[in-house]
Structure formats: C-alpha cells, structure tokens
C-alpha cells in the first residue's frame, strides 16, 4: 500500500508536468502521513541533511567550471587542433567533431553543454565542407552524450554520493569505457564519410602546423590533465578538484583567451546558480524519498523480485539495463540517478557486483537517454543549432545509438574495462 501511494503519487505529479525535485519532495510528503511512527519532521530533517555532504560541493563547481569554459574559446581551440591531426583522413571533420566533444565533455562534465559549445561551430563548418546537414548534427548529438560518462562527470558524482562509493575510482572507471564508445563513434563516422565520398578540405598536415596549433590549445589540453592528474596523484579530492577547475577556466578564459570578460562573470554564475539549484533541490527531495524506500524495505523487495525471476547474474543486468534505458527516454539523468540507485544498487551488491562497474554501466546507459525521444535534450539542443526537425534527427542517429548499444552491453559483460585502473 505504502509503495503504491509512494509510486503513485510521483507518477501522478510528473504526468501534471511538475518539475522532478517538487513531485519527490510532495509524494515523498504524501507517504510519510500514511506512516504513522515516522514524525512528518524527519521529511524536512532528511532534506536539510542530505545536502551537509562535502562530495556534493563538486557539483555546483564543476557546473561553474563548464559554464565558465562554455564560453572561454576552449572549445574553439580543441577544434583547430584537432582538425590538424585527423583532419585529412576520410570524414576528418566529423572525426574532429567527435574527438573535440570528447575532450570538451571531459572538461565540462555536461552533454548539452558540450552539444551547445561544440555544435555551435563544428555544425555549420561541417555543412560548409559538404556534409549533409542531418548527419552533421547527429555526429554532434550523440557524441556530446558522452559529457556523463568521460570524468569529470556529475552524474557518477551523484552516485557516488548516493552509494557511497569513491568519486575518484568511478572517475577512473569512466575513462575507458567512455574512449571505447568515442571510438564507435569515430568508426561509423569513418564508415559512413566514405560510403557518401566525403572528401576532406583541411591544410595537409605539417609539423609547423602542428605545433601551431597545439600552442594555441595547449592551455585547454592541460585543463583534465590538471584536474585528473592532481586527484590521482594525491594532491587534492575531486571535490577540491573542482575548486581548481573553477578557478583554472575563471583564469584561461578572463585573462590568457579574453574571451570572457569580467561583465560576462555575474551573468554566467547565475546561469550555472540556477541550474545547481535544479540539482540540489532534486537531490535533497531525492534523498528523502530514498529513505522512505529503505524504510519500507522496497530496494530489498525488489532485488528479490529480479532475483526471483532468475539467479543468472547476465539475466538480472539485462533487465536493469531494459528498465535504465526506459526510464533514460522519460527522465533527466540526475533525478534518475538520485532515484534509482538507492533502488537498484542493493540488487547489485546481492548479485556480486562490483560498485564501480555497476555505476558506470548506470551513467553509460542513462547516458544513451539524450538522444532518444520524448525527452533527448541533446536532440532539442542540435536540433536548434542546425534547425533539423527533432523527429528526422532522431532517425538519424539511429546508427549511433545502435553502436552505443552494442557498446554498452560490452561494459555490463566486461567488468574489466571499468575496473582495471581501478
């Protein structure tokens, strides 16, 4: 009964249209009054505290630093530098769109802000040089989904937090797994450049060129070494991280680009105000709707559900995997995250799961959620850069979400990937 309420109520709420982190925080206070021992101050306390928590800092910080680096000229330079080493092979350009949202995912930790940064120069270049409109923004699209999945990354933060597992080791488990769908992508760009006859209109490549180029970039290259390199070498936490990412794109973008300047700054830590409130407030209203799931035992009940339905560990991922890739098409990745891990997480540790490949299988499947209809936020971004009607740029991504696909049930079967710098 008090999962139905629960469950009810929330389903109700989003079907209304209410924003994610109010309909948690009203059915989460709809419940709690059919629970007669728990007081209806332990709601609002759950709130308050969910947010004293030292690791969630890094979220605001890192949203700072993106918006920060949104506008720097970083994006920009990683293009040019690029298109110098791999610009001449067949489909160079979109090979170039491809690697350059890579690194600006790594760097911004956001999918839509990688698809607005990268989008915004390499759509209109890529029509220029002669690729058809619709696979120019669908390169772009699905490429900037990797912004969650290539640290730093907000949603493995999110669940870290929520599991309490190291930020740092699923930071380190992103990288290989996100590289490995980079490279897909890169494949069928090539793939597809050449069955269209593409041909590249890029200077040849030249050394002089070369070190051009990365004397230009080299200042947004260094960025994820910095922020990578001092968490793992020991010099500070990815929360401390952040600090240093804010402060290093504040420094790259105001004064050594200029492409900010310093009456842009109040504008921007706004922009990036709003949205960390977007998050926090889904995920202090998640949080106490978490606590009614553990109080009701429902994580426990549903672990035995799967489990019942098969022992067989591959089983059981798959029908995660079905039920991740669902709610990815319905929901924003945070509120899903925050939602579903306190859920599905027991499942995996009953199945023998390692927690760090369980979360990166969770980011790279929730991650395929931005670009597929209804909600595919990547899709509205890139269709209103390139003015593709969102229903055709979602054919037309198929090719790349079919390889995402196939990626991703090469992560959930190989633990390897995830874990081996672990």
Known sequence: MISLILFGSLLLLLILAVPVGIALGIASFIT???????????????????????????????????????GGGISERLMNFGKVIVGKITGGLAIVAVLTSMFFAAISGSGPATVAAVGGMLIPAMIKEGYDKKFATSVIVSAGSLGIII?????????????????GNLFLGGILPGILIGLVMVMWCYIYSKMQGYISETEPFTFKLFFKELNNAKWA???PVIILGGIYSGQFTPTEAAVVSVVYAFVISVFVYKEISLKNIPQIITKSSLTSAAVVIIISAATAFGQILTLERIPNKIATGLTS??????????????????????????????????ILFPVAMQIGLDPVHFGVMMIANLSIGFITPPLGV???VGSGISGVPIPTLAKNVTPFLIGMLLTLLVIILVPFLSLVLV
């Open 309 to 342: 339905i098969s022992e067989n560990t591959v089983v059981i991922l798959l029908l995660i995997t079905l039920m991740l890739l669902i709610v990815g098409m319905f929901m924003d990745t945070a509120a899903a995250v925050i939602i579903l891990t306190p």
């Open 32 to 70: 709690i009054l059919f629970i007669p021992p728990i007081p209806v101050e332990s709601l609002f306390r759950d709130i308050v505290t969910s947010l004293d928590n030292f690791p969630l800092l890094a979220v605001p910080l890192f949203i700072l630093a993106g918006e920060l680096m949104s």
């Open 221 to 223: 290259l260094l960025t």
């Open 378 to 380: 990547n899709l509205f």
């Open 151 to 167: 640290p730093p990354s907000i949603p493995l933060i999110m669940y870290g937090v929520s599991s309490q597992t190291s930020v």
